[in-house]
């Protein structure tokens, strides 16, 4: 795990290219939308909401790069997830939440959810595969995936 994570902060920092703009405004309307649910008074401070804007649009920007890495990586190596896991764990995270997993999934935050936990499940491989690499150990691209919670490189 802390091999991951240090390998994951390696790529967001080595790699410089620009990502597209609508995806950085489609994250960081949703950040303001969280804001307006989690943290209302930053949004009536003008000056607290452009530094906050400011802190999260880099966080965003390395996200993206890095799940655009992950990306090319996967296609690259083969490397596909199982719809079953992905069933599988979607239906996990949604009963720890007390949801019907067949419910959220027709929802908007479920649609991120799994998008989520597709990007985890799909980072955590390709950074087993590196790992493995680097240490050694070859291993087939179906190597056990972290929890969706877990994060290796995601943009909430």
């Keep these: 795990r802390e091999l991951h994570n240090a390998l994951a902060e390696q790529m967001r920092e080595k790699y410089d290219f620009e990502v597209p703009e ?48 992950v990306g090319e990586i996967a296609q690259t190596e083969k490397i596909e997830l199982k719809e079953e896991d992905l069933r599988q764990r979607f239906a996990m995270q949604a009963y720890m939440m007390g949801q019907d997993p067949r419910q959220l999934a027709e929802s908007p935050f479920g649609e991120r959810m799994v998008r989520q936990i597709q990007e985890n499940m799909l980072s955590s491989q390709v950074l087993d595969l590196l790992v493995n690499r680097k240490l050694g150990k070859e291993q087939a691209p179906a190597a056990e995936t972290q929890p969706a919670g877990e994060d290796a490189g995601s943009v909430e």
């Design 22 to 69: 609508t995806l950085l405004h489609e994250y960081l309307h949703e950040f303001e939308h969280q804001l307006e649910h989690k943290e209302p008074e930053v949004l009536k401070d003008e000056a607290k909401l452009a530094e906050r804007k400011e802190e999260e649009r880099k966080k965003i920007v390395s996200d993206l790069r890095f799940r655009y890495i």
